[in-house]
């Protein structure tokens, strides 16, 4: 039986990026390939299961992960996404799936391999069943990222948009690590303040919530409320900044408690975020953009 720290499940995308100078960058990207390089960059086991098009299986040459540890169920079509910034820190963005892979089942988790955490990466409503997230939720701690529980596609033309999840007091219960936004929080609690909106998805039965905003991470546990600061010195790599914070926390949640998982999933998102496309670093140097950034944490 082979085992991983974490399974990282959800679509590679091939994205079209326009910034608000109009600018246009093409790039593999997709939650799972973010997140499985941030794992994999701090030296955790990580392996990958996504899904596309046999045509565009060259697009499995973005992961950094090594190739045995990359599991594709071939399915009719991929994921594109076009993704429009209007202002310099990308915070304000206009995103369109122009297509969209086939949905995610049990049957697609490789067999004879466990994970202490399976992490559920997606970007759009209805790419995981419920009941995905019950049965994992039986093999290991569930990590989910609630993009894929909140972003919806329309059908006619691609355009996206938000809605709260009408299973998430069902399913939440399941669920060790959740990750939004704070405009997704905002969506499922209806209050803007993170701090409060913590504690509620907390209260629905969460173990620990993780909202992410563009001046810090802030994490709740049931206790107390930690937060890190963001210090990256350009925001060229915005695009996957929730991805590799949620990746990087709950693995090295595995072995270090919240503070100091989060410190290194802050340092690690904030040197992401400097370099467009997924992480290409070490633990080594994470842990010197830690030392010369973070000294007053440490």
């Known amino acids: 039986m082979k085992q991983y720290d974490s399974l990282v499940i959800g679509h590679i995308t091939k994205d079209y990026n326009i910034d608000h100078e109009k600018n246009l960058t093409e790039l593999c990207g997709g939650a799972v390939l973010f997140s499985s390089a941030a794992a994999f960059a701090l030296g955790h086991k990580t392996g990958a299961v996504t899904r596309?098009?046999?045509k565009d299986a060259d697009r499995l040459d973005s992961f950094t992960l090594d190739k045995q540890?990359?599991?594709?169920s071939?399915?009719?079509?991929s994921t594109t996404m076009k993704n429009e910034y209007f202002t310099?820190?990308?915070?304000?963005?206009?995103s369109t799936c122009i297509t969209c892979a086939e949905p995610?089942?049990?049957a697609d988790l490789p067999q004879e391999v466990e994970a202490k955490i399976y992490h559920f990466a997606g970007l759009l409503y209805g790419e995981f069943p419920n009941d995905m997230i019950i049965e994992c939720s039986k093999k290991g701690e569930v990590a989910l990222d609630v993009q894929a529980c909140l972003r919806h596609r329309n059908p006619d033309d691609g355009s996206m948009f938000f809605e709260d999840w009408v299973d998430k007091e069902k399913i939440l219960p399941y669920v060790t690590y959740l990750k939004t936004d704070a405009a997704e929080a905002e969506i499922m609690t209806g209050t803007a303040d993170r701090e409060k909106a913590a504690k509620i998805l907390w209260n629905m039965g969460v173990k620990e919530v993780l909202i992410t905003h563009n001046t810090e991470v802030l994490v709740y546990d049931g206790e107390r409320i930690y937060t890190c600061p963001i210090r990256?010195?350009?925001l060229?790599?915005?695009t996957g900044r929730g991805d590799t914070t949620f990746a990087s926390y709950i693995n090295e949640r595995l072995n270090c408690p919240i503070e100091k998982a989060l410190l290194k999933a802050t340092a690690t998102v904030?040197?992401?975020m400097e370099t467009p496309g997924p992480l290409h670093a070490t633990v080594q140097d994470i842990d010197e953009y830690i030392n010369e950034f973070y000294s007053d944490f440490v």
């Open 270 to 272: 904030s040197l992401k």
């Open 74 to 77: 071939f399915c009719n079509g």
């Open 88 to 94: 310099a820190d990308k915070e304000k963005r206009n």
């Open 236 to 238: 060229s790599g915005r």
């Open 69 to 72: 540890d990359v599991y594709c």
């Open 104 to 106: 995610f089942s049990m």
């Open 232 to 234: 990256a010195r350009n």
């Open 52 to 54: 596309l098009d046999k």
